[in-house]
């Protein structure tokens, strides 16, 4: 009798192998719910793809999510003709999210948009508004069309509301539209409640010493009763080059009096976790805006909060009271720069606004009638608290409620670069030290002051300027590790995640990663080289800008490495005459056909990707697509479930964000 194996070969003819398939595969998850946005209309090659009623753009389907990502931009187009293209686009698509009847529904997948009559979706736009960049913009739920101000500009009482005369508000490119003093705002967010509270220390015996710059407070608990270990930092060193795209630093970081955590230690292609600290500068600033004294903001107070996990990561759920200061709470436990503002937030300054223009235009953006514009505000570009403390300079909420409506400042988690117990045994280590290594690529995006026209972000932000001290101090002939004792405040995280948990065994491996996509690799890498028999069974493809600029860890993968890597750059101009010439990482994998193929049907042969889900990611899994339908004969669905049934036997494991 056939087994369920060989059955489902027959049916499906998808080459088999003792472990092409497992037995009783457990069900993948669904793929990500696609998402409608708007695109420039394509070249004639791809007619398909065009909307037959309009020629101004073309409504498709997208599995990428949004939030991450800019809309594309349509062309331009005269108000008139722009609101007649949208309606044509609308009267096609799924059920509507809008009641038009002026009543907000709940809520519904972001692939819903809106549908109703040409009418109703011209009385609700207005015919003044270009609405193919109204609905270009917008999250893709329709609620920026929930309701919208009459044009009543031409009304003799009619007092525009004055718009602020300052480069942060500039900054926020917001279009308000005929917003007047009067103007009637409906469905307001509620102010939100406060839920802490500071009060002086219970008993003047109370002592409390602060390491505010160094380590967070032992309240700040990643997985209680744990709390976050203070790692010297070894040594730091640039990756890359001076003009690389994106510049990545290496850390070296002792653990070597890491606390034992129930016998869990750190593992080959593990990650730990970062606490890292909003910067005093950015804090200092806050502070100051809210014109709070600077001795206020490090006097110890008692801190009630009556429900919540915070001011812990992943604490319980209850009322605590605590003694802190103000600077620590907001240096350690709240995120200022790395959401997109809330509502509750808006509402909050807006209570507090002194200026009535100031608090019309944020209760605005808490209306019914402002949602396009809170739209627009959430999905151009990640905006700081100081932004828009800075943007309302009359708005100065009291540190109790901001604190209560900011979000809390989470790990960051980066993976490790190397084999722990390789590197622990490393010549010139002294004193039996331990440690772990890994790869930060430094994430910068533009700033809205004019005096520092780039940002970096709170994790990559914090490592970067550790580093900095350490090579300055190095350069200039200092130890930092004796004079700056510099500190990097962590805790193990995730030694079972993908890489790590199926990282193993003595199968082939191929590997596949862009950027610091590559980091985890190394640790694989010289694990696996110890071993001369597994000389032959590894392979990396490695996908850089340019390899004389970004390429990382170049010659640091042992006696093998020219035997084992391949590094496709993207930058390399094409040399006429040569085959097989590739520019992405995703090609070489097509060119790389019979390995890929040999070790995804080899006993315990594994395929890991690691790096960015847009781009690489797709295009990667593109690419494994063509060569399961090329080698394997089989169809492009086929070639789907068969790559699903790899994952699923633990094959086929890709790590992307």
């Known amino acids: ?124 736009l207005g015919d003044g508004e270009t609405a193919t960049k109204l609905i270009s913009q917008c999250c893709g739920g329709g609620c920026c069309l929930l309701k919208t101000l009459a044009p009543d500009s031409s009304s003799a009482n009619f007092i525009p509301v004055v718009i602020p005369d300052n480069v942060a508000f500039r900054s926020l490119n917001l279009q308000l539209g005929p917003l007047a003093l009067d103007s009637e705002l409906t469905d307001a967010t509620p ?30 608990q990643p997985h209680p009763p744990y709390e976050v270990y203070s790692a010297p930092l070894y040594h730091a060193r640039e990756l890359t080059k001076p003009g690389a795209e994106k510049r990545t630093i290496h850390f070296d970081i002792d653990v070597t009096d890491y606390p034992d955590e129930g016998g869990v230690d750190f593992k080959v292609g593990g990650a730990v ?15 100051d805006i809210l014109c709070i004294p600077k001795f206020v903001r490090d006097k110890p107070v008692t801190l009630k909060t009556t429900t919540g996990r915070w001011p812990t990561i992943w604490g319980d759920d209850e009322a605590r009271e605590l003694v802190t200061t103000r600077r620590e709470l907001l240096t350690w436990c709240v995120d200022v720069q790395s959401n997109p503002p809330t509502k509750n937030l808006l509402r909050l300054m807006a209570e507090y606004a002194d200026a009535p223009n100031e608090a019309k235009i944020l209760t605005y953006l808490c209306s019914a009638q402002g949602q396009a514009a809170f739209c627009d505000l959430r999905t151009t570009s990640h905006l700081t608290l100081a932004q828009l403390l800075h943007a309302f300079p009359s708005s100065k909420p009291p540190l109790p409620a901001l604190l209560s409506v900011l979000t809390q400042l989470m790990p960051r988690f980066y993976s490790l670069s190397n084999d722990p117990h390789i590197s622990s045994a490393r010549p010139g280590l002294p004193g039996n030290r331990r440690l772990i290594e890994m790869a930060v690529t430094i994430h910068e995006t533009p700033n809205w002051h004019p005096d520092s026209p780039v940002r970096t972000g709170v994790g990559s932000g914090f490592m970067e300027r550790l580093a900095h001290q350490f090579i300055t101090a190095e350069n200039e002939g200092i130890d930092p590790r004796s004079i700056l004792d510099l500190r990097v405040p962590m805790f193990r995280g995730l030694m079972a995640n993908p890489l790590s948990k199926q990282f193993g065994g003595e199968g082939p491996m191929v590997l596949i990663g862009a950027g610091v996509g590559m980091a985890p690799f190394r640790g694989f890498i010289l694990n696996r080289l110890k071993n001369a028999n597994c000389a032959n069974k590894i392979w990396l493809i490695q996908g850089v800008r340019d390899s004389m600029l970004d390429e990382l860890y170049s010659g640091e993968l042992g006696d093998h490495e020219r035997e084992i890597k391949k590094v496709v750059q993207s930058r390399k101009v094409k040399i006429a005459g040569e085959d097989n010439e590739v520019k992405y990482v995703q090609d070489e994998v097509r060119v790389q056909a019979d390995i890929v193929w040999f070790v995804i049907n080899a006993l315990d042969g594994r395929i890991f990707v690691c790096g960015s889900s847009k781009g690489m990611g797709e295009g990667v899994e593109d690419s494994l697509m063509d060569v399961a339908m090329q080698k394997g004969g089989i169809s492009r669905a086929q070639a789907e479930e068969f790559w699903a049934r790899k994952k699923e036997d633990g094959q086929y494991i890709a790590e992307t964000w």
Not at 76 to 98: G, H, R
Not at 204 to 219: C, G, I, L, R, T
Not at 273 to 281: A, K, T, Y
């Open 191 to 220: 102010l939100p409640a406060v839920n802490l509270s500071f009060e002086p220390l219970p008993s003047k015996d109370v002592k409390h010493v602060s390491e505010v710059h160094k380590a967070p407070p032992k309240y700040v």
């Open 1 to 124: 009798m056939a087994s369920p194996t060989q059955t489902m070969a027959e049916n499906h003819n998808i080459p088999t192998t003792e472990t092409s398939h497992p037995h009783d595969p457990i069900p993948s998850e669904p793929r990500a719910i696609p998402q409608l946005t708007l695109r420039p209309a394509q070249s004639q090659s791809q007619p398909e793809q065009v909307s037959p009623k309009s020629s101004g753009g073309s409504i498709l389907w997208s599995t990428n999510g949004s939030d991450d990502s800019e809309a594309p931009t349509t062309p331009f187009s005269e108000p008139d003709t722009a609101v007649d293209e949208v309606i044509d686009k609308l009267e096609d698509l799924p059920a509507s999210a809008v009641n038009f009847n002026g009543q907000s529904r709940p809520r519904r997948a972001s692939t819903t948009l809106i549908s109703d009559s040409p009418t109703d979706i011209r009385r609700i």
């Open 273 to 287: 976790g970062i606490c890292p600290p909003n910067s005093q500068e950015i804090v200092d600033e806050i502070f």
